[in-house]
């Protein structure tokens, strides 16, 4: 792992050589994996797909799709796969991809990683191996030790005036449950408690272990310490997937 200035900008300029690819991040609630993205997206050039975001956007803008979304959630029902996967599809079309994209939440689930993995193979059946677009999906998954993340979730306070974040164990704010740009008194989401976190928790390892034993069993998998500064845990991930790709 880089351990100087030196060796990080030489991590970045790796970046910026390599072609990325569709990457996944993936990692527990509370690891930093959109802080990632957004790290990586800078560098790279190429953008974050969430399916959260996706979902937002189909429902706001009144899409076919988005209005099938809106029907299920308002009774109460989880947004199914084949949902999902064709707003996904329809994202991936767009010319903003072919240098690689950030999956950020999908595939969240093995069902998702199968129909990922057929529809690359199919559209890029016959493709040089070159060209970016014929690269397959690598994973990279954020670690981070379980209290560690229960400190980061349970301990995050924000201000409802300006936004600001704070956590009450590595970032508390001068006078303790006041903002310090604002006065306010600061506010704890409902679900960042210990019990949320740890229903939280069982789900993701449930849905997500399928997913990570996928791909690591075809090479396509490796995890870096997330518990470290922004810059060196992106650098982790920039000489994560150039080794990936190096195969």
């Not at 990632?36 to 800078?42: N, S, T």
């Not at 076919?64 to 996904?88: Q, S, Y």
């Not at 559209?123 to 209290?147: E, I, W």
């Amino acid at each position: 792992m880089p351990s100087s200035v030196t060796e990080l900008q030489s991590g970045r300029a790796m970046g910026h050589s390599t072609i990325p690819g569709p990457i996944l991040l993936l990692g527990a609630p509370g690891v930093g994996k959109g802080t990632q993205a957004k790290e990586l997206v800078k560098l790279w050039g190429i953008p974050q797909i969430s399916t959260g975001d996706l979902l937002r956007f189909h429902k706001a803008n009144g899409t076919p799709l988005g209005l099938i979304a809106k029907e299920l959630m308002d009774r109460g029902e989880l947004v199914h796969d084949d949902l999902v996967n064709e707003m996904v599809a329809e994202r991936l079309a767009q010319p903003d991809t072919a240098r690689g994209y950030i999956l950020d939440g999908f595939p969240r689930t093995l069902k998702q990683a199968d129909w990922l993995d057929a529809r690359l193979d199919a559209k890029l059946a016959g493709r040089p191996s070159t060209q970016p677009q014929s690269l397959p999906v690598v994973a990279v998954s954020l670690k981070v030790d379980y209290n560690q993340l229960l400190r980061r979730i349970t301990g995050r306070r924000n201000c409802p005036v300006c936004g600001t974040i704070y956590n009450i164990y590595v970032k508390p704010p001068k006078v303790e449950g006041v903002c310090d740009l604002e006065g306010a008194a600061l506010v704890q989401r409902a679900d960042d408690t210990e019990e949320v976190f740890a229903e939280r928790m069982k789900s993701y390892a449930a849905l997500t272990e399928p997913v990570v034993d996928h791909y690591r069993s075809q090479g396509r998998f490796a995890e870096v310490d997330g518990d470290q500064p922004i810059e060196v845990v992106s650098a982790g991930i920039i000489a994560a997937v150039e080794r990936l790709r190096a195969k």
